[in-house]
């Protein structure tokens, strides 16, 4: 068993897991979450909150986690269960399916944020900017961001003309003037205000 104690964080005695979301902000294409139980005889250096790191060192650094890391899990969650669910809720649920997929069952979970996941098999932990502060959760948002990055980029080849190759269903200016103009493809989420929006919008102007 090991033991982590991290500056100010919870002292935790077994297996930590990391556990983090990619894609809550933006209008189109999955959230997706990932889980991550690092080796501690396996130091993987550089991690750090994914946003802070360029797509070439996630890619590399998604590689050695996945090649050195005692267990991992990616889940995704669909437009239309978004809607559904709400964002919050879809994230949360991702995150707790990923945990929940973990070849390794973890003793406690540390989640990047501030709300916890239903039904984790374990103590849990909510820490507030996690990914910068946690290499597990530094790990988990690696990999989440990197596998939703692929997924845009296969949504760019089904829908060019929303350039999901560049702002990967962020609200950009330009993603939201395409938005306009064409309207939503199945993969945005209705839910959000600019879809919704657009979609009322032409709904009265065909009326």
Known sequence: MIIRLQDDLPLVKGWLAGTDEAGRGPLAGNV???AVILDPEQCIQGLDDSKKLSAKKREILALKIKKYALAWSVVSV??????????????????????LKLAVLPDHVFVDGNHLPDHLPCRATAIIKG?????????????????RDKQMLSLHKRYPEYGFDQHKGYPTRKHREILNKVGPCPQHRRSFAPVRTVLVDGCKRSE
């Open 78 to 99: 669909r437009p239309a269960q978004i809607d559904t669910m709400n964002i919050l809720r879809a994230s949360l649920f991702a995150m707790q399916q990923a945990v």
């Open 131 to 147: 990914d910068a502060r946690v290499a597990e959760i530094s790990a988990a948002s690696i990999l989440a961001k990197v596998t």
């Open 32 to 34: 997706v979450a990932a």
